[in-house]
């Protein structure tokens, strides 16, 4: 069982950075690929970014490319995401997932751990 809480959601403005975080607890971390994840209102929840168990590689959505960078940090059990020019598109709740397979997945059902997500609200 893995325990996932995400934070660092609010309201911006166009343009602007947020770094979101995940706090992992539970079964060994580094046995999980982590996944950032995100759901806007009336949409379908749609992936947005990946990190590899060893942390060696990272596989991002083409809307976010360039301007959204996955991380983890093995020691502290967490995961982030920096996010560089926010458009007001990027508005959604974001979530945090773990993938206990070793291929690397992009599907939301293929992940076995999620949190309860944090707001991103991007205004114009």
């Known amino acids: 069982q893995v325990q996932l809480v995400e934070s660092g959601g609010g309201l911006v403005q166009a343009g602007d950075s947020l770094r979101l975080s995940c706090a992992a607890s539970?079964?060994?971390?580094?046995?999980?690929?982590m996944g950032w994840f995100r759901q806007a209102p009336g949409k379908e929840r749609e992936f947005v970014a990946t990190?590899?168990?060893?942390?060696?590689?990272?596989f991002y959505a083409d809307s976010v490319k360039g301007r959204f960078t996955i991380s983890r940090d093995s020691a502290k059990n967490m995961v982030y995401l920096q996010m560089n020019s926010l458009k007001p598109e990027d508005t959604a709740v974001y979530y945090c997932?773990?993938?206990?397979?070793?291929?690397?997945?992009?599907?939301?059902?293929?992940?076995?751990?999620w949190g309860q997500g944090t707001q991103v609200t991007v205004s114009s």
């Open positions: 997932a773990a993938d206990s397979s070793i291929f690397i997945h992009t599907t939301p059902s293929k992940y076995d751990y």
């Open positions: 539970g079964r060994s971390f580094n046995n999980y690929a």
């Open positions: 990190i590899t168990r060893s942390g060696d590689r990272e």
